[in-house]
């Protein structure tokens, strides 16, 4: 099925919604990995930036579903001391968002790979 519904540019092309879809996924995941790169984070601030970062990704167009995890053993081994805090890293963050574009949903993950010393981003089902 295309959709009638064309982004800027693409105008008249066929575009599936599922492409659409998929590239919804990959600008949430995309978004929310730039814009919070470097944001100050501490043990005691790390749910309420979790749940920050989820709500952003919520007011998305398409988005269902969003989860945020900051991993805290990575965190706590970061910490700076005096100060008590680290500016987060892509590696500390585990994300999950669900997009459903009309009939069509995807969803997409961020999440560290070790193996490539990368966080990755890819499309889960």
Same mark, same amino acid.
């Given at each position: 099925? +295309?959709?009638? %519904? /064309?982004? $800027?540019?693409?105008?008249?092309?066929?575009? #599936?919604?599922?492409? %659409?879809? @998929? /590239?919804?996924?990959?600008? =949430?995941?995309? @978004?929310?990995?730039?814009? /919070? %790169?470097? +944001?100050?984070?501490?043990?005691? #601030?790390?749910?309420?930036?979790? =749940?920050?970062?989820?709500?952003?990704?919520? !007011?998305?167009? &398409?988005? %269902?579903? @969003?989860?945020?995890?900051?991993?805290?053993?990575?965190?706590? !081994?970061?910490?700076?001391?005096? /100060?008590? &805090?680290?500016?987060?890293?892509? =590696?500390?963050? &585990? #994300? $999950?968002?669900?997009?459903?574009? $009309? !009939? +069509?949903?995807? #969803?997409?993950?961020?999440?560290?790979?070790?193996?490539?010393? &990368?966080?990755?981003?890819?499309?889960?089902?």
């Amino acid at each position: 099925m +295309t959709s009638r %519904i /064309f982004p $800027r540019g693409l105008r008249g092309s066929m575009i #599936t919604d599922g492409e %659409i879809a @998929a /590239f919804e996924v990959g600008i =949430k995941l995309g @978004a929310l990995f730039h814009q /919070f %790169i470097g +944001t100050p984070v501490s043990v005691k #601030t790390k749910p309420s930036l979790e =749940k920050a970062m989820e709500e952003a990704m919520k !007011n998305q167009p &398409y988005v %269902i579903e @969003a989860e945020v995890k900051i991993d805290e053993e990575m965190l706590r !081994n970061s910490l700076k001391k005096p /100060f008590g &805090y680290v500016s987060l890293e892509g =590696k500390m963050i &585990y #994300t $999950r968002v669900r997009i459903k574009f $009309r !009939n +069509t949903s995807f #969803t997409g993950v961020l999440e560290y790979s070790s193996e490539i010393d &990368y966080p990755e981003m890819k499309l889960v089902e």
